[in-house]
């Protein structure tokens, strides 16, 4: 119960922040709305006994009131409406802003690579409709009830017996509450199934998988996956409208036995004299109104369920948010330094990703010397760009710590750590942003500065670019906008390259393969420019770049060279030591030159 009215509390709080003076507005109306329905019966009755007993006065007072209430509901369904609208845009604004900046802000990546977290926020995107207005089922209901309150008071006058009738509804409202938790508990078990079939259908039908999907004939295997996917869930969603249709059948039932011996009741006594025609009148329409409302009251039991379902799982993620900020934060936090003394150093680091038992690293003790240019080699799977994201903070070792000149990196606040390093991956973004944007934003105080994006291109190998584009830094690039222009792979590396160093001076520059979609020439030129920036930046502030490649060609410029083997650190040395070893790394440089022979 407290879980429920702390979800209700920011279904609330929701509509509040996003427009006070709108979710009043429509709060208001909506009873207002509702209540004009309530007593619509009372003018009826009053223009039925008018014309039975000849009374014009009693008549004309019956239809004067019906007038005034036509009117005053073509307002509030008016207002209402217009104020319902704009209380949507305003509260999708304030929610998506929210659930932008509490998905992007999170400190680590753990989140993206959770299948829980994966689930809950594709329950949260596809619910979204459920979402963008929280406070109207809170409002509809309160309307709701006083209809409904106002329609019982107005049968409780004609007989103290008219007020079982509305006990009858309850139910009915169980059913309707009892069905609708079978339909969430199915949609939460096939969340994973619904991605399932998204997935599938991206891969017929985005570019990214079109030439595999093409050249393997993948067309009708993914049509036959598909189908018998959405057949199975449809199998279960049969079976829950069978017995959800069944519960609520069964709750009507009652409901009108309850409303046949109410209009009996009242016609009785009618035929005794003890009331008027109008009542009867009265009772019927109201009766007609309880059969409308007990049908708007389910409705809106089922609209609150949905919306605090959506709502929960914006919660989960504020707490979620909060957890993972909190956890990240030290009780003896450390300002970063200006410049690096001694260098950075691993201790007995391992780290196990989340919701996996098998350890990625393993006890690793590594020192990378500050002003040091340091390569990480290994086979795929060795543990590189793990160990990369540990030295960004993405994530933080599950046991040892990393240390920058002996303090612990945990005790650096993240995104001061992080506004002192760069990086480029392997994997990198292609933000389809005009040219100068996409670049820029790399450091996002220079962005406008057209000298900082040319400067930071030339420093990534992509000087060229801005000539080879038709409106130059102007240029949109990707085609999903209009006028934008397609680049190839290896040119987004070189605006990736490129965003990378517009940080001229970062205590930590890591590299992940930043070249793997360039010709192995162009990237040995690019890491030998790369080297020399790196030893001016590193004699100025002790910076430190760790370079991740496969081409032992470039690597072997390094000053230091890390050899990484199942999680572990396998070799450390410069590239002649190394080779004089005849160790692993001897082995793989071998087998890597006989390959360009």
């Not at 609208?85 to 999170?106: F, K, N, P, S």
């Not at 590189?384 to 046991?399: G, I, Q, S």
């Not at 230091?560 to 410069?574: A, F, K, N, T």
Request: aromatic share 6%.
């Amino acid at each position: 119960m407290r879980e429920r009215l702390s979800t209700l509390g920011t279904m609330v709080r929701l509509s509040w922040r996003a427009d006070a003076a709108r979710s009043v507005g429509a709060l208001v109306m909506s009873s207002a709305l509702s209540l004009t329905w309530a007593i619509w019966a009372v003018g009826i009755a009053w223009l039925t006994d008018g014309v039975v007993n000849g009374r014009r006065s009693e008549a004309l007072v019956g239809v004067t009131f019906i007038a005034g209430l036509a009117a005053a509901q073509h307002f509030c369904e008016w207002a209402n409406q217009v104020l319902r609208m704009r209380l949507r845009e305003h509260t999708i604004l304030h929610i998506d802003q929210r659930v932008m900046a509490l998905a992007a802000g999170l400190p680590t990546l753990e989140h993206h690579e959770r299948a829980d977290y994966q689930d809950r926020m594709d329950l949260l995107r596809r619910q979204r409709g459920s979402l963008v207005n929280p406070f109207m089922p809170l409002a509809w209901t309160v309307a709701g009830v006083v209809q409904f309150g106002t329609t019982t008071l107005l049968l409780a006058r004609l007989s103290p017996l008219m007020l079982a009738l509305p006990l009858a509804a309850i139910p009915s409202v169980w059913t309707a509450t009892r069905a609708e938790t079978l339909w969430r508990r199915l949609r939460d078990a096939q969340a994973e199934d619904e991605r399932w079939l998204r997935h599938i259908f991206e891969l017929a039908t985005l570019p990214d998988a079109a030439k595999e999907v093409r050249l393997f004939g993948l067309a009708d295997e993914l049509a036959r996956r598909h189908r018998t996917t959405f057949e199975a869930m449809e199998g279960r969603r049969t079976s829950t409208s069978i017995r959800t249709g069944a519960l609520r059948a069964a709750g009507w039932a009652c409901f009108g036995v309850a409303y046949l011996a109410a209009v009996l009741l009242v016609v009785r006594r009618a035929v005794d004299g003890a009331l008027s025609v109008g009542d009867v009148v009265l009772t019927l329409t109201l009766g007609a109104q309880i059969n409308g409302q007990l049908t708007g009251l389910v409705y809106n039991a089922s609209w609150i369920s949905r919306t605090t379902q959506a709502v929960s799982h914006y919660r989960w993620l504020e707490q979620h948010a909060a957890a993972t900020l909190a956890a990240s934060a030290n009780a003896d936090p450390a300002p970063v330094p200006a410049r690096v003394r001694d260098g950075l150093t691993l201790c007995g680091v391992g780290f196990t990703y989340p919701g996996t038992n098998e350890p990625v690293l393993s006890g690793v003790d590594l020192h990378l010397p500050a002003g040091s240019t340091v390569a990480v080699v290994g086979e795929n799977g060795a543990g590189k760009t793990t160990l990369v994201k540990l030295l960004l903070r993405f994530y933080d070792p599950t046991e040892g710590s990393v240390r920058l000149d002996g303090v612990d990196l945990r005790r650096f606040d993240v995104d001061a750590w992080r506004a002192c390093t760069s990086a480029s991956f392997q994997d990198f973004a292609r933000l389809q942003l005009l040219a100068r944007q996409s670049v820029g934003v790399g450091l996002l105080a220079d962005l406008d500065r057209e000298a900082s994006v040319v400067a930071a291109l030339a420093r990534g190998g992509g000087g060229d670019l801005v000539a080879a584009l038709p409106h130059a830094l102007d240029t949109q690039l990707g085609r999903d906008f209009e006028g934008g222009v397609e680049l190839s792979t290896g040119q987004w590396q070189k605006v990736a390259l490129g965003r990378t160093m517009m940080r001229c001076n970062p205590l930590l520059l890591v590299l992940d393969e930043p070249t793997a979609s360039l010709d192995a020439p162009t990237e040995h030129a690019l890491f030998e420019r790369f080297s020399q920036q790196a030893r001016n930046v590193g004699q100025a502030t002790g910076a430190i770049t760790v370079l991740v490649s496969h081409r032992f060609s470039t690597v072997r410029m390094a000053d230091l060279i890390v050899v990484l083997e199942g999680g572990r650190v396998y070799e450390v040395g410069h590239h002649e030591a190394l080779v004089a070893g005849r160790g692993r790394y001897a082995e793989l440089y071998g087998l890597q030159a006989r390959g360009y022979a």
